[in-house]
Structure formats: structure tokens, C-alpha cells
């Protein structure tokens, strides 16, 4: 069996500060990234594949900015294919306007990639799949069943700026995961400015994590300026639970 290993590059939501890099995860041994916050600088070393493929969950500036990075992480560490994944409209106007002539007046050599056509779909021996979140904008989740080399596959849910979605059908298409990253930008305290900005709070995401049961939670898209804490009821989870920091590395 394979070792996966999910490394944190940035946690932060909205904004950077000194010690967490906006969001962006790696799965060296598969060439798979999630988002490209600020924290993609990271890659180079990291590295393993002759293939990228970005994941992109939505087209706000503190999940796309780095994609501008990739000139230099990419000569750093050459590959033969950058794949980036996302919505049309969000494509759309990530080239638009991210690299407009007068901001970025260089092309990236890379592939642009429509998740619209299929609800799942199949990638170097990976199953990906997909559903709209409620954020400001839109976003979206992603559940990937990633090849171990055994019987059966390592399966990961990403789900970030979301509301959180406690629906039956949502739910179960969350259920029984490996590891589930979610959102926590808020603590509880916090609840009435996380439903007003469209994200997470912590109370939240335990009720989430207790109707889908993964094997480990993963508390994603921390807020730079208020560092989060674990709850009583993190603690009373069946599953580990952890708080991402720039630098975790999980094993899946």
C-alpha cells in the first residue's frame, strides 16, 4: 500500500499573516493541489510527479493569487502538464482578470479545465467528484478517491468558504471519508460574523463531522488574526480531530 500524505502549504482564510499562508494543500505522491492561496510557493520541493493537477474551489483572490507563483515554482521544478480545475465562470474570470495583459502579461503554460460537464469524473487512476457550496460568489467541494496501491482507495473531502451544508443528500455524499478538511474561519463566538461572511464556525463543522463520521477532521481556512482552538466537543468526536497549521503534513 502506498503512502498518501497530505501536506498543509497555507491555512489561512482571506489574508496571510506571519505564520499562515492563504489556502493551498498537497498530495506530493498523487500531483494533486488544492486551491493556490499564497501558501504554493511551497511546492517546488515537494514535487514528485511529471504532472499537476489545481483544484480550484472557487475564484476569490486568497485561493487563486498564487497561480501567478507558478512561472517560478515551475521552473524551479519543471513538469510536463499543469492541469487547473474549477467552474467555467470562475475560469472565466480568473483569466480575465488575474491575468489581464496589464496585471500578468505573461501566458501560463498550463491547461484550463471545466468541472461543469460532469458531476465525477476519472484522472490518472483518481475518482474526483463535486457539489456547490452556499458562499458569497459560490464555491464548491470536492470529494477525491485517490489510489493507494490496495484493494480500495484513499478517500478526502475538501469543502471550504461554505456556510456549512447540514442537508441529507449533501451529508451523505460527505459520509465515511478518510479525512474531511473543513472550514472552521470562526469559533463559536464568532457565529453571527461566519453566517454574515458565508463561512464556518466551530460548533458547526462538529455537528457536520458528526453526521458524516470521517476517519479524521481537519480544521481548514483558520482566520488569520484569531487562532482557533479545540472545543469540548472537538475532543468528544469519535475521530481525531486537528487544527491545520502551515507545515502540518496528515497521513491518509
Known sequence: MKTLE??????AGYHPNESRHTSCYFVPECGLVLDAGTGIFRLPNLIQTDHLNIL????????IVGLTFLLDILYQRPVQDVCI???????????????????FPVELPVTWKSIDEN???????????????DHPGGSVAYKIELPDGSDSSTRLLYAT???GAEDDVTLDWMSDVDLLM???NFDDKNQSW?????????DKVVRIAKRTTPKQLLLTHINPIAE?????ACRDLPCGVQIAHDGTCVSL
Not at 497530505?6 to 491555512?11: A, E, K, V, W
Not at 480545475?85 to 488575474?98: M, T
Request: hydrophobic share 30%.
Open 6 to 11: 497530505l501536506h498543509c502549504l497555507g491555512t
Open 228 to 232: 482557533l482552538e479545540l472545543s469540548d
Open 194 to 202: 461566519a453566517e454574515k461572511t458565508g463561512h464556518c464556525y466551530l
Open 182 to 184: 473543513h472550514e472552521c
Open 85 to 103: 480545475w474549477g467552474q467555467r465562470e470562475k475560469l472565466a474570470s480568473i483569466r480575465e482578470h488575474l491575468f489581464h495583459p496589464d496585471i
Open 56 to 63: 480550484l474551489s472557487h475564484a476569490h483572490l486568497d485561493h
Open 161 to 163: 468558504d461554505t456556510l
Open 119 to 133: 458531476d465525477t469524473w476519472q484522472l490518472q487512476d483518481a475518482s474526483f467528484s463535486w457539489r456547490p457550496q
